[in-house]
């Protein structure tokens, strides 16, 4: 192509669309926008891809579009106000995020905590992997055009964030639980609405399944395609199902576990090829096995009480704080942030929906966190991108990122 | 057959000899304070160590301690042993004046851009880094915001003071 008229479209490029054309290597590229407003990205970040026809030939991402600074707010506040943040990191299955935050202060506190809540966190946590897994795995289906499995499932995550609305108030950022238990104990209603979904759902997922698991179309959309292999995936830092559709078996609830995951039965699903089919079918897998973990926690919750005896960062009951001195004495301290931290530096992880979230944690015995650091698995992993996606066609990549489950909130902290 | 931390200070120790500067262990995670000029070969040896085998870089970030003369920025790595579950802590302190320090991204490719991000908030050189820029600000700013000398709120204000707010 002529230099001017390469110059020419470039011009006219710029002013009314988003495609350019540039001429490297005697090869005419596409230089395509991916993002950051496009409904295939599910969330605010760009690619930029250089296109051969409508092969892959390089591409670059530009995160950070909702960056809310989170680790320069968090050194500002005292710990039970950092719990709201964390519910913006992957806002899927913020329960999870919330819960990993608490753990981390427990550690930090040395908290005793009860069994009972051990098994009310994993139900509730459980319960969030399988909304998280759930709108991962009927996106990649929407992204092939099998639109109805994804509207189907859907009003299940509702029935599940019914259930987080019952417990917490909220839905989606939930900030439940509080530093050593949650605020009040299951009501009947949670109960009755746990055992509904425990019946109804399975049928229901099912069927969504039947759809798609053995389809045609669908298989050969995804077998063998956004694959990577298991010593790349390490090297990149890959953890969660992602990692383990590669077939390395590393999974936080197993390697170091926490809330008591030692007492359920449960088997961690691995993959082979580490590509779009196996990542859905670890996540199915896994959906299957958070619904028995549910179901055996939601059987055998122990009696007990729902908060550990952490007073200095528990706050008590609101009738006691009217009638009760040393309740009073408590809220007091809490809220105004007289209560005292112990210094220290510790680094505690969750299974996260996306896989290992670590909270780095320094504190220096003031108020709020010397230094808080989020190990967010979206944003080390989705450095692999480009890499998985060069010499793809432009319709893989966009299955691969949603199959990768790259969600904008924990990219961009 | 677990991997204790007798046998990693013990390995740790004879690799680096002066460059370990000090060793802690706290919340069942041992920490070692070394050289920063040594932080490439000591991940290099860790990573490829038959008995270490800290192939997995969990962790990379920084910290700001503006009190600490001469040692005011702290990169810090969290390195996993996947198969003895073994967590490793390893901090290098930087000078402000200087914060520069070798990039791991030959090693692990999950270390760009932790590095970027680490880059972008405190203002750390990782030298050798394929593509060090800012990450998750935009290009134009010019000040690093997660040092301690930027307040988080408008240092302007007079109707708020910080020991009410935090620090």
């Not at chain 2, 390893?90 to 880059?119: D, G, H, Q, W």
């Amino acid at each position: 192509m002529e230099p001017e008229l390469i110059k020419k479209i470039n011009t006219l490029a710029d002013n009314k669309t988003n495609i350019s054309v540039s001429k490297v290597n005697e090869q005419e590229l596409t230089t395509l926008n991916l993002g950051p407003i496009h409904p295939a990205t599910h969330g605010i970040f760009q690619n930029v891809l250089k296109m051969n026809g409508e092969t892959i030939v390089e591409c670059e991402q530009t995160v950070g579009y909702i960056h809310r600074a989170f680790e320069k707010i968090a050194e500002h506040r005292p710990f039970y106000q950092v719990t709201p943040l964390t519910d913006r990191l992957n806002y899927c299955s913020s329960p999870i995020n919330n819960v990993g935050w608490h753990l981390a202060v427990e550690k930090l506190i040395k908290a005793e905590i009860p069994k009972r809540v051990d098994y009310m966190r994993i139900i509730v946590m459980e319960l969030a992997r399988v909304a998280d897994h759930l709108v991962c795995n009927s996106i990649v289906a929407a992204d092939m055009g099998a639109l109805t499995g994804f509207t189907y499932v859907f009003q299940w995550r509702e029935k599940i964030y019914d259930i987080y609305e019952e417990i917490c108030g909220a839905r989606l950022t939930t900030n439940i639980g509080r530093i050593g238990g949650f605020e009040r104990d299951f009501n009947p209603t949670v109960h009755k609405k746990i055992k509904d979904f425990l019946r109804d759902f399975p049928k229901v997922y099912k069927e969504f399944m039947s759809l798609v698991e053995r389809n045609r179309i669908f298989m050969d959309r995804s077998v063998g395609v956004g694959g990577i292999s298991a010593e790349r995936a390490l090297n990149y830092g890959f953890t969660g199902p992602n990692l383990r559709a590669t077939g390395v078996d590393y999974d936080v609830r197993v390697m170091d576990p926490y809330c008591s995951y030692q007492d359920f039965d449960f088997i961690v699903p691995v993959g082979t090829g580490g590509d779009v089919y196996d990542r859905f079918m670890v996540r199915h897998q896994e959906i299957l096995e958070s619904i028995k973990m549910i179901k055996q926690a939601h059987d055998n919750l122990p009696e007990g009480k729902h908060y550990a005896e952490v007073p200095e960062f528990y706050l008590p009951p609101k009738e006691d704080v009217y009638t009760k001195m040393e309740a009073l004495i408590w809220h007091f301290k809490i809220v105004m942030g007289e209560t005292d931290v112990p210094v220290g530096e510790l680094y505690s992880a969750v299974e996260g929906g996306n896989g290992e979230l670590g909270f780095y944690l320094v504190s220096d015995g003031g108020r709020a966190a010397y230094r808080l650091h989020f190990r967010r698995p979206c944003f080390i992993y989705y450095q692999a991108y480009p890499e998985i996606i060069c010499g793809g066609m432009i319709s893989d990549a966009v299955m691969t990122m949603s199959s990768l489950n790259v969600i904008a909130g924990e990219l961009d902290a | 057959m677990g991997l204790t931390t007798e046998t990693v200070l013990t390995k740790v120790g004879e690799f680096l000899g002066d460059g370990l500067i000090s060793s802690n262990e706290s919340f069942g995670m041992l920490a070692i304070n070394v050289v920063a000029s040594r932080n490439f070969e000591l991940i290099e040896f860790l990573k490829s160590d038959p008995i270490l085998k800290m192939t997995f870089l969990t962790d990379l970030t920084g910290t700001h301690y503006p009190d600490k003369p001469g040692a005011e920025f702290e990169v810090v790595y969290h390195m996993h042993n996947l198969v003895d579950n073994y967590r490793l802590r390893i901090k290098c302190a930087l000078p402000v004046t200087n914060p520069e320090i070798r990039s791991v991204v030959p090693l692990f490719s999950a270390a760009n851009f932790m590095e970027r991000e680490t880059y972008d908030f405190f203002g750390i050189i990782f030298t050798g880094h394929p593509n060090l820029k800012r990450i998750l600000n935009v290009d134009e700013m010019d000040y690093f915001p997660m040092r301690k000398e930027y307040p988080l709120e408008d240092g302007t204000r007079t109707d708020k003071e910080d020991k009410y707010f935090g620090r």
